[in-house]
């Protein structure tokens, strides 16, 4: 039922859904983003605000002429009448979908989307099965919209295509006007962006007629999980891109544009729609909450019910006004031109686009397999022609094959597909991990300082395909004078980033304990900044989570901070648990992972796997053991004291336990004693100065050299 508009109250109820959006209605669905948005928009442009404000007059004053004249469009056909709604659509919009995706489930078919299609154009052509259960006191008004959507069949540059465009790209944890990407005009394209997720906690969201900040963000952001029926979504959801598509062509929700359900009753402007509170449940029988013996339209498809049948006769009528406006450039859309340039008329079978995703890791041991599979878009391929660098066999035809790998290394992987109508290629360098089926590492400790960055380059894995992920830096240091850092304050919300150390055999080491330190700080309304480790026993494989922190949990600074280089006393050691496999793995890898919310850098230095000694200074009468100046560079020195003459080694040895530089090698007399170290002849990187009792026992200090 219509309402009276005022520049004063439709902006402020606007305004108010920016606080209003988090909210998971009853069922666990998620709500609509298109107030929140279209009011933040508004605000920070007050010229915007005016022009949609007067558009909205002529909106209202439309529909109240039409409504006096019976709403002329309407047809006298009555609900569940099919052969009468199969009139031609009055209006004809072209459709793309860009797929946003990780490769994950939201990477939806494009069977999905076309039970999408299918399911749009029952709904605005008054064709949906269901219709036959719309309570009796709207069947007189559910409408046929007579609006059809069509896949375009032509993009921009005029190439083929069929409407859905796929862009790997880490913006699908994002969810917001920054992760539209590969925009197709709005004068010649409806555009519909599919993510993972929605940073505002929507299902979906699009922008009013005119509302958008700017063109290239103005269409429909939807989660996966809410597009079609099929594949992630599922019928409950299957209608929430009919709703975003009504808010484009502008309608308001039922109860207007507070974006809160059962907060006060309101309307959406349109005359036949009832004053309503909203409805977040398919409440049919007492819903005369506003207007007593007024039965609310809670089956209508701009309502939160998840009971949508319907559209109105008034509503029907908005959105073909819409259509004939400029606002927005919707008029544009429904020419004989974009039609044309769109080639939504004759649909042509395109060359395919070359695309594919391992079916489970990139990692694998020596002698092990891994699968892949084609996800190659635009086109249906008829031929496959894989290169499998390293692989066997290293050539397949197959659509998803599986390739053994015997040796260890580093592999690209290259995929052509063809059709009738063409064919593409594609390609990914260093993409196949081939991991050693012996441990690279194999004694009682590992260690890794980060000093040495050839060594951490040729040893660690930075696992970020998409960005420039973790480094060995030198910007802060718990020891020496280099760390591991994550530039996080450029990752995107929802953006992970691991690095993966080499294979480590933990069955040699007794008793092993594995520590590292960390330093972060929080950002304020940054507070699920999360790091995690893992680690694997079957070459990265599989991964089982040892260690997880965030938040206030995470940091090592008390205060909130805009930027975060760490000091000497911020650096925290952690001891990360081990299960019994790992402690018995001689192939085990450990990876450190971070889940961003845009705060700050986080730091990780001195990762360290060290079995027990098998020597207690105090009890073996070894005291005072010092390595200094450490970091050196020229000479250091070793120092110990011991309490009785004994036979003593005093070596140098790398991180494999290799010596490579012999200190002292037979009886000392008890006392203090000083050994030089030639550190000259070492190359730069992390040692141990080790002390090694006749029985074996030893003890060791870490040395940098630099």
């Known amino acids: 039922m219509k309402r009276k508009f005022t520049l004063f109250t439709s902006f402020t109820v606007l305004l108010f859904s920016l606080t209003a959006n988090s909210q998971v209605i009853e069922g666990g669905y998620r709500p609509c ?102 309570v009796p006191t709207f069947q007189g008004i559910a409408a ?19 409407g859905i465009d796929r862009i790997y790209s880490s913006e699908t944890y ?6 539209k990407l590969n925009y197709w005009n709005r004068a010649r394209y409806l555009n519909v962006w599919v993510v993972k997720a929605i940073s505002n906690g929507a299902a979906g969201y699009a922008y009013l007629p005119g509302t958008a900040p700017t063109a290239s963000v103005d269409g429909i952001l939807i989660l996966s999980n809410y597009v079609g029926s099929i594949g992630t979504g599922g019928p409950s959801t299957s209608r929430a891109l009919t709703h975003e598509i009504g808010h484009f062509l502008n309608l308001q929700h039922v109860w207007g544009s507070t974006n809160s359900p059962g907060v006060s009753c309101g309307n959406d402007g349109v005359n036949d729609t009832p004053v309503t509170k909203g409805w977040t449940s398919c409440n049919l029988t007492t819903n005369d909450v506003c207007t007593n013996n007024v039965e609310e339209n ?66 694998v041991c020596e002698g092990g397999t891994l699968t892949f599979t084609d996800v190659s878009y635009n086109g249906q391929p008829t031929s496959y022609n894989w290169n499998f660098q390293g692989g066997t066999p290293s050539t397949s035809s197959d659509s998803v094959p599986t390739i053994q790998y015997n040796t260890a290394g580093t592999y690209s992987v290259s995929l052509t597909v063809a059709n ?164 018995s793995g001689t192939n085990v890898r450990i990876k450190f992972e971070f889940e961003s919310d845009g705060g700050n850098d986080i730091y990780i230095d001195d990762i360290n796997i060290q079995g027990a000694t098998g020597v207690v200074e105090a009890e073996d009468g070894i005291s005072s053991f010092n390595v200094f100046p450490n970091p050196a560079n020229d000479n250091s020195t070793v120092e110990f004291s011991i309490n009785e003459a004994q036979n003593m080694n005093v070596d140098i040895v790398d991180l494999n336990g290799k010596v490579v530089q012999s200190v002292h090698n037979g009886n000392l007399a008890a006392g203090m004693h000083r050994m030089p170290i030639n550190v000259a002849e070492l190359s730069s990187g992390m040692y141990f100065v080790r002390l090694q009792n006749a029985e074996g026992n030893y003890l060791m200090r870490k040395l940098l050299v630099e």
């Open 174 to 179: 994002v969810g917001d006007d920054g992760s």
């Open 298 to 363: 809670v089956q209508n498809y701009m309502e939160y019910s998840y009971c949508s049948r319907m559209f109105s006769a008034g509503q029907r009528t908005r959105m073909q006004n819409a259509l004939q406006s400029a606002s927005g450039q919707r008029s544009s859309l429904v020419t004989t031109a974009t039609a044309t340039a769109t080639g939504i008329n004759n649909p042509q079978p395109c060359a395919p686009i070359a695309d594919f995703t391992p079916i489970n890791d990139l990692y």
């Open 420 to 583: 009738a109508q063409g064919s593409d290629n594609f390609s990914r360098t260093n993409y196949v991990h081939v991991l050693p089926a012996v441990a690279q590492y194999t004694g009682n400790f590992y260690q890794e300082g980060m000093e040495n960055t050839t060594v951490f380059t040729a040893d660690w894995d930075i696992d970020n395909p998409q960005g420039n992920g973790w480094i060995n830096a030198n910007t802060a240091a718990a020891t020496g004078t280099r760390s591991c850092r994550l530039d996080n304050t450029s990752s995107m919300v929802g953006q992970t980033d691991a690095f993966i150390s080499p294979s480590i055999n933990f069955a040699a080491m007794i008793n092993p304990v594995f520590t590292f330190k960390v330093a972060f700080a929080q950002r304020a309304g940054t507070e699920a900044d999360r790091l995690r480790v893992y680690m694997s026993t079957d070459c990265g494989a599989t991964w089982l989570l040892r260690y997880t922190k965030s938040g206030a949990n995470l940091s090592t600074r008390s205060a909130l901070t805009s930027a975060f280089v760490p000091t000497a006393n911020e650096w925290r050691t952690e001891t990360v648990s081990l299960s019994s496999a790992q402690l």
């Open 144 to 162: 046929d919209a007579q609006i059809e959507f069509r896949l375009a069949q032509l993009d921009p540059n005029g190439n083929c295509t069929n």
């Open 33 to 134: 983003g298109t107030d929140q948005m279209v009011a933040a928009s508004l605000a920070a442009n007050p010229l915007l605000k005016a022009q949609y404000e007067e558009e909205q007059r002529k909106a209202e004053e439309a529909d109240r002429i039409a409504f006096q004249q019976g709403y002329p469009l309407q047809s006298n056909r009555s609900a569940g009448n099919v052969s009468a709604q199969q009139s031609p659509p009055q209006y004809i919009i072209p459709i793309v979908f860009h797929i946003i995706h990780d490769y994950g489930s939201e990477n939806i078919s494009d069977a999905q989307v076309l039970d999408a299609m299918r399911i749009l154009n029952q709904d605005y052509r008054k064709l949906n099965a269901d219709t036959s259960i719309i």
